[in-house]
């Protein structure tokens, strides 16, 4: 049984195209009558800095924070960064349910071009490889990745032949 209303996770790194993506699933909502709700970062800064002080004190009470965040997000789908290296507690409130959408740009190139990459490279490694690690934990894995104005559908193997099935459970198809 899961112990949130959340039902899509998209995790990214930041100029992975969280935005667009949010809008899109938005949209899709709207124009098929789905009652539902994508938010961009839902509470991102606050699981960023749980996990920091998590992570600094060992004190639990920062999880816990976290999972309140998860059980009581509002909202059908989240989009963005902040989650990558939170996802277990994603997975453990949702008893697996979540469907999770691993977004980064198709062309690494671009990225390593903008302005502070040296600053940014290890972020951006760190939150596809967390992403990757726990993918096993939730309900269905695929990754989306963006650039040039388009999104490109990658489901791993184990998802390959349920893309549709990811599709219907979320009402997207």
Known sequence: ?????????????????TVSLTEVINR??????????AAHEYAAWDCYGNFCEF?????????????TLIRQCPNNAIIGNGYAFVLDRFAAISAGGIRLLHVRRADRAAWDALPLESRVAWFYDATHRSIAAQKHLFAAYMVI???????FFEPDSRTRQTTLQIG???RFF
Not at 1 to 17: A, E, H, I, N, P
Not at 55 to 63: A, I, N, S
């Open 168 to 170: 219907l459970a979320c």
């Open 28 to 37: 899709i909502y709207r124009l098929n009558g789905i009652d539902g709700k």
């Open 55 to 67: 992570r600094e004190t060992g004190k639990h009470k920062h999880l816990g924070a976290i999972d």
């Open 145 to 151: 990745e963006t650039g040039g104005g388009f999104f």
């Open 1 to 17: 049984m899961s112990g949130t209303k959340l039902q899509l996770l998209g995790v990214g790194t930041g100029r992975d195209g």
